[in-house]
């Protein structure tokens, strides 16, 4: 049995090995796609960019982490989409992902990169262009629980022309959008 100082220097090490790796990962794999999130930011309509308050709220704060997922998703399907053919490397890759966004992105940019490249499933791109196909009116013309519907097709395209379907869903981000 090893004593414990040379468990120590295993455990040490490992962690080690760990850090350098995910530092590896972020400088060499993340860090090349960088500009291409940033020139999603900054091409976008200043509405998706910027959203209305009620939109912060209820992609922001306890919210911020499901937000941070689908931006790290996005952007990791967009550069890497044989990633689905390796579910066990697309699951660590998504979650490299989704802590790298958190890590380089506030809290705002990654509400305004959500808004930005989330889409519905009839092709409508962006917080704005869903508000008007869902409801013939841009984002910052709609109340709160509209803005939930349109958040909450957002999050399940599939789901966008069942009113009922997404009701669970604006609730939860109504709820919390409270919270904060």
Same mark, same amino acid.
């Given at each position: ?7 120590? #220097? ?32 900054? #091409? ?137």
């Amino acid at each position: 049995m090893p004593s414990p100082k040379v468990l120590i #220097a295993y455990g040490l090490a490992g962690l080690a090995f760990v850090a350098a790796s995910l530092v590896g990962y972020a400088q060499f794999v993340f860090a090349k796609h960088r500009q291409e999130i940033d020139g999603a930011l900054a #091409a976008t309509a200043p509405i998706n960019r910027n959203p209305p308050d009620a939109v912060r709220a209820m992609l922001g704060g306890g919210a911020l982490a499901s937000t941070a997922d689908d931006v790290g998703a996005h952007f990791l399907m967009r550069s890497y989409p044989t990633a689905l053919e390796a579910p066990t490397v697309q699951a660590l890759d998504r979650f490299l992902w989704s802590r790298l966004v958190r890590y380089y992105y506030s809290e705002s940019e990654i509400v305004g990169l959500y808004c930005a490249v989330s889409s519905l499933n009839n092709g409508a791109t962006g917080l704005d262009a869903a508000a008007r196909s869902l409801w013939g009116e841009p984002a910052d013309a709609l109340d709160r629980d509209r803005l939930a519907y349109v958040l909450a097709a957002l999050r399940s395209p599939s789901l966008a022309g069942d009113p009922d379907a997404l009701r669970p869903i604006a609730d939860r981000l109504l709820e919390s959008a409270r919270a904060r």
